[in-house]
């Protein structure tokens, strides 16, 4: 005849139950990964990535949002950030070595537009990610590289209007880029 299981032993079909129960069961998932290259040619340049100044909670008073070429966003005027879901505009493009080439990022201000009143972009910034030199305070920069391939990121200041509506604004700038 058996007797009673012993407390020990109760406890510890008590634990190996409740690590069963807690344990993970085996799960597999899926997920698409993005991949892209940026191809340019010999006195080109491409679009790599958009400008996006992310999520925006408007306030009671108008606000500017500001995104610099790095990435970095702030807000004055009760503006609220939400999210890390933006990027400065980056740009790729090729020369030569030692070439000179003058980037402008035109008109001097964009509106972008949407289901609220428009929302102006200005005080454009470009940053030449150590691969352009650029000559003083002028627009003109020398391709550093060996092998001609330079990258820029361009960033800006938004006005957010009080209380603007939700909604997507979208509006377009160009950057013009001369080799000289």
């Keep these: 005849?058996?007797?009673a299981p012993s407390l020990s032993a109760?406890?510890?079909a008590l634990?190996?139950?409740l690590t069963a129960m807690l344990?993970?069961?085996a799960?597999?998932?899926t997920m698409a990964g993005d991949a892209q290259i940026a191809i340019v040619r010999p006195l080109s340049?491409?679009?790599v990535d958009h400008l996006d100044f992310g999520s925006i909670i408007p306030s009671n008073t108008a606000s500017t949002v500001t995104l610099t070429p790095l990435g970095v966003r702030t807000s004055t005027g009760g503006a609220i950030l939400v999210g890390n879901d933006h990027q400065s505009a980056r740009f790729a493009g090729m020369g030569t070595v030692l070439q000179r080439v003058?980037?402008?990022i035109t008109p001097n201000n964009i509106l972008l537009t949407g289901p609220g009143p428009t929302m102006r972009v200005d005080n454009w910034t470009i940053d030449p990610q150590g691969t352009l030199l650029q000559l003083g305070a002028s627009p003109n920069y020398i391709i550093q590289p060996l092998n001609g391939v330079f990258w820029?990121?361009?960033g800006g200041r938004l006005s957010v209007g009080a209380n603007q509506p939700a909604g997507l604004y979208s509006g377009t700038f160009d950057a013009t880029l001369d080799y000289l």
Excluded: N
């Design 27 to 29: 799960h597999a998932e």
């Design 102 to 104: 003058r980037i402008r």
């Design 10 to 12: 109760a406890k510890l």
């Design 15 to 17: 634990g190996v139950a």
């Design 45 to 47: 340049f491409i679009e």
């Design 1 to 3: 005849m058996r007797g």
């Design 152 to 154: 820029f990121r361009v």
């Design 23 to 25: 344990s993970p069961t």
